[in-house]
């Protein structure tokens, strides 16, 4: 007797409902199908403001215009400004072969380690790759330069301390697109520096040092006169910095690849929150970002009662990296380690002159960089 007649025929439907279910469960949806669940939605002002203690010329305040996912005409999976490069056809048969340069189209959807990406190759733009919907087409349609003074001043006598002007490429960050891998491997993969836009200090300002043992207060005025403020503390350096088995060369620390002995550190005693910065060094001319974290400490040091940080590199590709580690004060890091939620406001601490909450989060950070090298056992 088949098996499938010891089944009574509700459990064969059921099963096939099921099966229907599941499966229309697993169809994809444009997030723009959802626009009408927004069609209310009103345009914000989202300020993030990070004073730099360290290095003041280094401090940014970012205002932008909050926008929606489902704003078709930011995010249409088109490359708008023609700026997408497609693959290399270096035989002339028109068609991508295994080694020719992909270029930017390494796909946009990937599958696996062991499968090819969605779109690889194709010879069209396709949503996720280098250059399609990405922060080129996007961040100046909503960074905001129309502010008609942004002023830092200290908060108990209200003296002016700097004034920040706005710049274009006041900062910058990378993108890798394409598979990880070896720095050698790694190197080769599309890599964007985007730059976003961003008031930073007057260049007479420069050198203004902060006082750890200060407040200070950022005060904006819109075109519209609107005054917009918020107030932070300084946070100071993180110390201590401890790693066993390795050997400083010169500027340079090196370690086996397979030390697995943390790195640790302890952030001054006013934050339990730092944040971790690894770049690739490939040579002068080319670092790019690896790999970053902000991380809360859940520890203190039992031997200096201060909070507690620790890391471990043994599982990283061989080479030389750039590492900077970087203290943010409690404000600033809950702001980052929450995740951004725009729904959170109690987060932000910018207020205007009616005391209505602002977006964002004005906050301070201090770091120290070096160079560090994972070599192999046999150096």
């Keep these: 007797m088949n098996i499938i007649e010891n089944i009574n025929t509700p459990r064969i439907l059921f099963l096939v409902l099921l099966f229907l279910l599941v499966g229309a469960c697993t169809e994809k949806l444009s997030i723009a199908d959802f626009a009408d669940d927004f069609e209310n ?12 203690q360290q290095d003041f010329s280094k401090s940014i305040i970012r205002i932008d215009r909050t926008i929606l996912v489902t704003d078709t005409s930011l995010f249409n999976g088109i490359d708008d400004n023609g700026d997408w490069e497609s693959y290399t056809d270096e035989n002339g048969n028109g068609k991508w072969d295994e080694g020719e340069p ?10 696996g380690p062991d499968q090819p990406p969605v779109g690889q190759g194709n010879g069209k733009p396709d949503p996720g790759e280098p250059h399609v919907d990405d922060y080129i087409e996007v961040l100046p349609q909503v960074h905001d330069s129309s502010m008609v003074s942004v002023v830092l001043r200290d908060s108990l006598s209200s003296a002016l301390v700097a004034e920040f002007v706005w710049k274009t490429q006041a900062g910058s960050f990378d993108v890798s697109f394409g598979p990880g891998g070896p720095p050698d491997v790694a190197v080769q993969n599309p890599y964007i520096t985007y730059t976003y836009g961003g008031y930073v200090p007057d260049t007479e300002y420069a050198e203004v040092q902060l006082d750890s043992s200060r407040t200070y207060i950022v005060e904006i005025t819109t075109s519209s006169g609107q005054i917009i403020s918020a107030t932070t503390d300084i946070i100071t350096t993180p110390k201590n910095m401890n790693w066993d088995n390795t050997t400083w060369v010169n500027d340079t620390l090196v370690t086996p690849a397979l030390n697995y002995s943390y790195l640790t550190w302890n952030n001054p005693q006013e934050s339990f929150f730092g944040a971790l910065k690894l770049d690739l060094y490939f040579r002068p001319d080319s670092i790019k970002e690896f790999y970053s974290y902000t991380r809360a400490a859940y520890q203190v040091d039992p031997e200096t009662d201060l909070p507690l940080f620790q890391e471990s590199f043994a599982q ?4 030389l990296y750039r590492l900077t580690i970087s203290s943010l004060n409690n404000s600033y890091g809950n702001y980052i380690y929450s995740g951004l939620p725009l729904s959170d406001r109690k987060l932000s601490n910018w207020r205007d002159q009616d005391g209505n909450v602002i977006l964002g989060n004005l906050g301070s950070r201090s770091s120290f960089t070096f160079y560090m090298r994972l070599s192999s056992m046999t150096g």
């Design 102 to 111: 992909l270029n930017d189209d390494v796909g946009g959807e990937f599958q």
């Design 316 to 319: 990283f590709p061989l080479g």
């Design 41 to 52: 939605y009103e345009v914000e002002l989202r300020i993030e403001g990070i004073l730099d």
